[in-house]
């Protein structure tokens, strides 16, 4: 079956850059997700990408694709402290396969 | 619109009990999904509705039950509680009409479940 990995856990400064990255195994997803899931609540569609796209740009977010190494990244421009969050990455159509998530800490 | 709610927020069990689990939606969406958060392990599915009247499982659905008699509602169910289903519970809804953007998954604010 598909499997996605996520690394846990990405420490940053306020106003750097964050870069959280995901693999998968199963090249056939036509859709790729972000969601994010602040404490104590569920969680919220961020942005997504086509298959058939490398980047998507909005506002702060970027998400790379890279199909042939199966890589998908999103990129946080500014980080602020209301960006501290658990981050998953999510791959399929109607049945989505989620990443463990990776939890981003934004400090002064 | 109140969007997804869930209900109860917490509740703890002993092994061998049952309860249900409720999930509302006023969005009149078609598809509904109950999940499971484990620590390190992400979300994963243990059954969907495609609509009002059926049901389908998903990655995990040993242990539970599940039922749609409503459109608006979806009804997760453990009939003897183990150790191994204390999680916390999201439940999800999308109209799932085609297009990416209609196919967001409005997620609830989960339910705590210990059982001890």
């Known amino acids: 079956g598909e499997d996605v990995e996520q690394s846990l856990f990405l420490s940053v400064r306020e106003g750097d850059s964050s870069v959280i990255n995901c693999t998968y195994t199963?090249?056939?997803?036509?859709?790729l997700y972000w969601y994010k899931q602040e404490p104590g609540a569920g969680l919220q569609l961020l942005t997504y990408?086509?298959?058939?796209?490398d980047m998507k740009q909005d506002q702060r977010l970027t998400v790379l694709l890279n199909k042939k190494d199966k890589h998908l990244s999103l990129r946080i421009a500014d980080t602020q402290t209301g960006d501290s969050a658990i981050y998953f990455c999510a791959l399929g159509y109607n049945k989505l396969i989620f990443g463990a998530g990776t939890r981003l800490a934004v400090h002064p | 619109n109140a969007g997804v709610t869930q209900t109860p927020k917490f509740r703890v069990l002993k092994t061998g009990q049952s309860m249900t689990l409720l999930c509302a939606q006023d969005?009149?969406?078609?598809?509904m999904y109950w999940y499971r958060q484990d620590p390190g392990m992400g979300l994963r599915l243990i059954h969907y509705?495609?609509?009002?009247?059926?049901?389908a499982k998903g990655e995990v659905p040993d242990g539970y039950n599940v039922s749609r008699l409503k459109k608006q509602n979806f009804l997760l169910g453990l009939e003897s509680a183990a150790p191994s289903q204390t999680s916390v519970y999201f439940c999800?809804?999308?109209?799932?009409?085609?297009?990416?953007?209609?196919?967001?998954?409005?997620f609830g604010p989960g339910t705590r479940l210990t059982v001890l």
């Open positions: 969005m009149n969406h078609e598809y």
């Open positions: 999800a809804s999308s109209p799932l009409r085609g297009w990416v953007e209609d196919n967001e998954q409005f």
């Open positions: 199963d090249s056939s997803s036509t859709y």
């Open positions: 509705s495609v609509g009002e009247g059926t049901t």
């Open positions: 990408i086509f298959s058939n796209m």
